[in-house]
Nanobody, 124 residues
Framework: QVQLAEAGGGLVQAGDSLRLSCAASGRAFNMYGLAWFRQAPGKQREFVALISWTGEDTYYADSVRGRFAISRDNARNMMYLQMNRLQPEDTAVYYC?????????????????WGQGTQVTVFS
C-alpha cells in the first residue's frame, strides 16, 4: 500500500515556474513507477510525465517536453515536477500516481495509487 500527497500548486503568471512535490508513505516506494497526470476543467485527465523506479528513465507529454522535469528521491520517498515557462493551458489539477510497472506508464488506469491533487493556475 502506498499513500501519496501532492503539494506546491498555486497561482502564477505565465512564464513563471513552480515545483510540485509528491510525498509517499508506505512500503516499497522505490519499487514503483511514478507519474504525473493533470486534469483541466471540462477535460479528461491527461498524462504529463513518468519516471521509472530507479529514476533513470523519464518520458514527457509533447505539450510539456522541454519545459517540465520529473525527478524522484527514493531515499526520501519523494517525487517532484519542476515546471518552467508555465502557460495558461497548463492550468489544471495535478495528480501524482504510482504503479507496479517499474518502467512507469502513460496510462492512468494502470496506476494503483493516486494523490488528492494540487491546483495549478496560470494567468496571462
Amino acid at each position: 500500500q502506498v499513500q501519496l500527497a501532492e503539494a506546491g500548486g498555486g497561482l502564477v503568471q505565465a512564464g513563471d515556474s513552480l515545483r510540485l512535490s509528491c510525498a509517499a508513505s508506505g512500503r516499497a516506494f522505490n519499487m514503483y513507477g511514478l507519474a504525473w497526470f493533470r486534469q483541466a476543467p471540462g477535460k479528461q485527465r491527461e498524462f504529463v510525465a513518468l519516471i521509472s523506479w530507479t529514476g533513470e528513465d523519464t518520458y514527457y507529454a509533447d505539450s510539456v517536453r522541454g519545459r517540465f522535469a520529473i525527478s524522484r528521491d527514493n531515499a526520501r520517498n519523494m517525487m517532484y515536477l519542476q515546471m518552467n515557462r508555465l502557460q495558461p493551458e497548463d492550468t489544471a489539477v495535478y495528480y501524482c500516481a504510482a504503479n507496479s510497472r517499474r518502467s512507469g506508464s502513460r496510462v492512468d488506469r494502470e496506476h494503483e495509487y493516486w494523490g488528492q491533487g494540487t491546483q495549478v493556475t496560470v494567468f496571462s
